[in-house]
């Protein structure tokens, strides 16, 4: 296991050269910009990592309650299932709570554009059904987390300056979810948990194998996104806020 994390750490270690991550460094542009222009574009996402948490990662109470590491990934999933409540409240604060009829909100999040964020939830889906052994279901959690903390620890100090310019407090974008986002496991009581028992198990060499593919095409697929991000933001299409329910 230790190999797959190893892995997943160096991808992370690289990704501080994503173009999106190097926008959000640009202090050139405003606290209110790098926070708002691409933040409705990964609505998809952040709706299916909910479904994810909630349907997919978790086993069966009854599997959990025979085995540890699969107890650990439920109360993980508890807290991170929760996250979408505050990207919801950040809409709101950030004044993208647009107002649009409802077919045009479908096809926001189901067309064309928001396609590959869709396309990396059923492909986490389809992983996820496989990956039935904690150990290879952990594969696919822990690039998440660690991704999640680098991109988190970018936002949560523009949201800061957001704050002192407007009053307004973020919460998916700021602290809040930062201080959840340590790189590994969390539980509902926001405690990070001991992850022993996956860094220190042994795989054999075809969960070995499996786990460091299955680790390969998360990191692959959230710096993708990452990239869709800025192109997103560098459109500017929700610069200006139009309504606000």
């Known amino acids: 296991m230790k190999e797959v994390l190893g892995y997943i750490r160096n991808r992370t270690n690289q990704a501080k050269q994503n173009p999106f991550i190097l926008w959000l460094d640009d202090d050139s542009i405003s606290a209110r910009d790098r926070l708002s222009l691409w933040l409705p574009h990964i609505s998809a996402f952040v709706m299916g990592f909910m479904d994810l948490n909630k349907l997919i990662f978790p086993y069966p109470s009854s599997e959990a309650a025979t085995d540890e590491l ?8 508890l807290q991170d299932g929760t996250h979408w409540e505050w990207y919801l409240r950040d809409l709101q604060k950030l004044e993208l709570n647009r107002t649009m009829k409802f077919s045009e909100g479908l096809e926001f999040i189901y067309g064309d554009h928001r396609k590959l964020d869709r396309a990396f939830i059923y492909g986490i889906v389809a992983l996820a059904h496989e990956a039935q052994d904690p150990l290879l279901r ?34 998916y974008v700021g602290d809040i979810h930062s201080g959840v986002e340590p790189g590994g496991l969390v539980n509902q009581q926001h405690q990070i948990i001991d992850e022993d028992l996956f860094t220190e198990a042994v795989l054999d060499e075809q969960m070995r194998k499996r786990g460091l593919e299955m ?31």
């Not at 998360?218 to 991000?229: A, F, T």
């Open 215 to 245: 680790a390969e095409y998360m990191c692959d697929q959230i710096e993708l996104r990452w990239k869709g991000n800025l192109e997103f933001a560098k459109k500017r299409e929700w610069a200006t806020p139009i309504a606000v329910v």
């Open 70 to 77: 699969k107890r650990l990934i439920n109360d993980h999933c």
């Open 138 to 171: 952990y594969s696919l959690i822990a690039p998440l987390e660690f991704f999640a903390h680098l991109l988190f620890g970018k936002t949560a100090p523009i949201a800061r300056k957001f704050a002192e310019e407007t009053g307004i407090q973020l919460e």
